[in-house]
Structure formats: structure tokens, C-alpha cells
Antibody, heavy 120, light 110 residues
Framework: QVQLQESGPGLVKPSQTLSLTCTVS??????????WSWIRQPAGKGLEWIGH???????NDNPSLKSRVTMSLGTSNKQFSLKLSSVTAADTALYYC????????????WGQGTMVTVSS | QSALTQPASVSGSPGQSITISCTGT?????????VSWYQHHPGKAPKLIIY???NRPSGVSNRFSGSKSANTASLTISGLQAEDEADYYC??????????FGGGTKLTVL
């Protein structure tokens, strides 16, 4: 059974770069059947898709984030990462990693989420 | 691309049925049958309950059903149970090749 777990600093200073890692257990990210995704939820607001990365390394990200997003794969086929640059208080949110499933056109497995606060 | 529009809250009594709407545009919901719905109990991971407008993943109760007409998708929960109390989010692929979510609907079981 595939499970996802986010990890990373819970506090980031304004203008710095937010970095998160998602660890995949019970499976591998080395298949094009899935797209490995990041989604966030600011307090009291809805979900926002940040972007995703394929096993090939190809990425897609939300244009609203104005090219601040960098995603990468880990060396072990068990991790993928997110970097969000030039953060502001508006980037404070609960960040989820999720598995996008091509066969379902949906996000079928989610991590529990990790809270990131942007504050000096 | 704006978020999809959902009612902020809906409520119903145990045993009743409720429907949550999700309104988009011809560039998202109206363009593809790639609409999915998620149930989210705060503090837990969101759970996929409907994919491709009306399909249920294995293990999801048949009390959950989905549909779509033009630019609006709908989630119906029949035979409401206390455990259904949660936040519900819709999601759609867009013609700009990215994903957009709804603002979420809080379901209260009275």
C-alpha cells in the first residue's frame, strides 16, 4: 500500500526559499502512470494545485505562482521535492504531496500534510 | 484561472440526501470529463471519492455519486450519515493543462 509523507521546515523567513520533500513508501515513483504532485491549503481557504513532476523529470506548475516553483526527483526513486522561492506570508499554508493517477485523472493518494509558516 | 465555485456550506439530517455543486467554465469542467471530488476530514489526508465525473474508486460507498452538466459538476450524498460530516472539494483539469480546485464545501450533518 503506497503512502506519502511530507517533511521539511515548519518556519521560513520572508523572501527565502521554502523546501519540502515527499517520501513514498510501499511503491516507487519511477513510472509514468503517475504524476507526483504538490497541493496546498492556506488557513481557512480551499486547495490550490502547485505543480507536479513525472518520473521523466518533466514538470508542470501553476502559472499563478509566477515561476517561483522548482520540483525535482530524489536519487532513490522514493522521494520528490518542492522548492518555492521568494516566499511571503501568502505562502503560509498546509502543504500536501499527492499522487496523480493518469488512469483516474485524479489525485488518488495524499500525504497527511505539513504546515509551513512564513514569518520573520 | 479562477478556482471552481462551490457553496461554502450545506447541511442535512441523517438519512437525507444532499447535493454539492461545483461551477466552472468551458475551459475546465465544460472542456473535459476530468472532474474529481475529495472528502477531507480536518487533520487527515484528503480522500478521493469520485473521479472522471461519476466513477467511484474501490471501497467508496455507493451513497456517493457524481454528475456533470455543461460547466457544472455535482456531488450527491444519499442516506447521510454522521461520518459524512467533512469538507468536500471538487477538482478539474483545464485547457491550460493544469488543475484547479473548488473553494470547498463544509457539510454538516444535523
Amino acid at each position: 500500500q503506497v503512502q506519502l509523507q511530507e517533511s521539511g521546515p515548519g518556519l521560513v523567513k520572508p523572501s527565502q526559499t521554502l523546501s519540502l520533500t515527499c517520501t513514498v513508501s510501499g511503491g516507487s515513483i519511477s513510472t509514468d502512470s503517475y504524476y507526483w504532485s504538490w497541493i496546498r491549503q492556506p488557513a481557512g481557504k480551499g486547495l490550490e494545485w502547485i505543480g507536479h513532476i513525472y518520473a521523466s523529470g518533466r514538470t508542470n506548475d501553476n502559472p499563478s505562482l509566477k515561476s517561483r516553483v522548482t520540483m525535482s526527483l530524489g536519487t532513490s526513486n522514493k522521494q520528490f521535492s518542492l522548492k518555492l522561492s521568494s516566499v511571503t506570508a501568502a505562502d503560509t499554508a498546509l502543504y500536501y504531496c499527492a499522487r496523480g493517477n493518469h488512469g483516474l485523472a485524479a489525485f488518488d493518494i495524499w500525504g497527511q500534510g505539513t504546515m509551513v509558516t512564513v514569518s520573520s | 484561472q479562477s478556482a471552481l465555485t462551490q457553496p461554502a456550506s450545506v447541511s442535512g439530517s441523517p438519512g437525507q440526501s444532499i447535493t454539492i455543486s461545483c461551477t466552472g467554465t468551458s475551459s475546465d469542467i465544460g472542456a473535459y470529463n476530468y472532474v474529481s471530488w475529495y472528502q477531507h476530514h480536518p487533520g487527515k489526508a484528503p480522500k478521493l471519492i469520485i473521479y472522471e465525473v461519476s466513477n467511484r474508486p474501490s471501497g467508496v460507498s455507493n451513497r456517493f455519486s457524481g454528475s456533470k452538466s455543461a460547466n457544472t459538476a455535482s456531488l450527491t450524498i444519499s442516506g447521510l450519515q454522521a461520518e459524512d460530516e467533512a469538507d468536500y472539494y471538487c477538482n478539474s483539469f483545464t485547457t491550460s493543462t493544469y488543475w484547479v480546485f473548488g473553494g470547498g464545501t463544509k457539510l454538516t450533518v444535523l
